[in-house]
């Protein structure tokens, strides 16, 4: 998983199906120790997160598939946690 | 996923039968900011409603081949929908 900040919600109205009615956050992608790596990854939020936000990322196809309990679901990237702090 | 730019179609004579039909674009990666990133792919875009200059997001790998119905045809990227707009965090930009 990844460790990241929202910057912010996507808008999208034509789509495939599987994203109708789900919130797509843009996050920009953290080091463990919380500085940006410049990187930044499109994600299915599930847990509310909102902007500004820092949130755990799991970027891994199964896991998110288990996740969404859709097993041909489309999906790689979802947001599965907000982070209160770095140790 | 990540952010792209539809800059041009590919039109081939002879396609694998699962991907009879399915439009095939370029696709220019961006950046955060909406700026080109990387080398432009070439996308299967299973919403058939994306054309050159429109912004969309993309997936890759596995995920790409699950976009496309009957899933499971060769793509290793394929166009997931097209962006309206965004809502940005204050002091974002682009």
Same mark, same amino acid.
């Given at each position: 998983?990844?460790?990241?900040?929202? &910057?912010?919600?996507?808008?999208?109205?034509?789509?495939?199906? =599987? =994203?109708?009615?789900?919130?797509?956050?843009? #996050?920009?992608?953290?080091?463990?120790?919380?500085?940006?790596?410049?990187?930044?990854?499109? @994600?299915?939020?599930? #847990?509310? &997160?909102?902007?500004?936000?820092? #949130?755990?990322?799991?970027?891994?196809?199964?896991? &998110?598939?288990?996740?969404?309990?859709?097993?041909? @679901?489309?999906?790689?990237?979802?947001?599965?946690?907000?982070?209160? &702090?770095?140790? | 996923?990540?952010?792209?730019?539809?800059?041009?179609?590919?039109?081939?004579?002879?396609?694998?039968?699962?991907?009879? $039909?399915?439009?095939?674009?370029?696709?220019?990666?961006?950046?955060?900011? $909406?700026?080109?990133? $990387?080398?432009?792919?070439? %996308?299967?875009?299973?919403?058939?409603? %994306?054309?050159?200059?429109?912004?969309?997001?993309?997936?890759?790998?596995?995920?790409?081949?699950?976009?496309?119905?009957?899933? +499971? *045809?060769? *793509?290793?990227? %394929?166009?997931?929908?097209?962006?309206?707009? +965004?809502?940005?965090?204050?002091?974002?930009? %682009?």
């Amino acid at each position: 998983m990844i460790v990241g900040r929202v &910057a912010g919600e996507l808008t999208s109205t034509i789509n495939h199906p =599987f =994203f109708d009615g789900r919130t797509l956050l843009i #996050v920009d992608r953290e080091t463990p120790d919380g500085e940006p790596t410049g990187d930044y990854l499109v @994600a299915v939020d599930t #847990v509310g &997160a909102g902007r500004g936000q820092r #949130v755990l990322v799991l970027d891994e196809g199964n896991g &998110a598939r288990q996740i969404v309990g859709c097993s041909t @679901a489309p999906l790689r990237s979802v947001v599965v946690g907000i982070v209160d &702090a770095l140790g | 996923m990540l952010l792209g730019r539809v800059i041009g179609t590919v039109i081939p004579c002879v396609v694998y039968e699962g991907l009879r $039909g399915v439009p095939m674009l370029v696709v220019q990666p961006l950046d955060r900011e $909406g700026r080109p990133r $990387g080398r432009a792919i070439v %996308a299967a875009d299973p919403t058939r409603m %994306a054309g050159p200059g429109e912004l969309v997001y993309f997936e890759g790998g596995r995920e790409a081949a699950l976009l496309l119905e009957p899933s +499971f *045809v060769p *793509v290793d990227h %394929a166009i997931v929908g097209i962006v309206d707009g +965004f809502s940005r965090a204050p002091g974002g930009t %682009a």
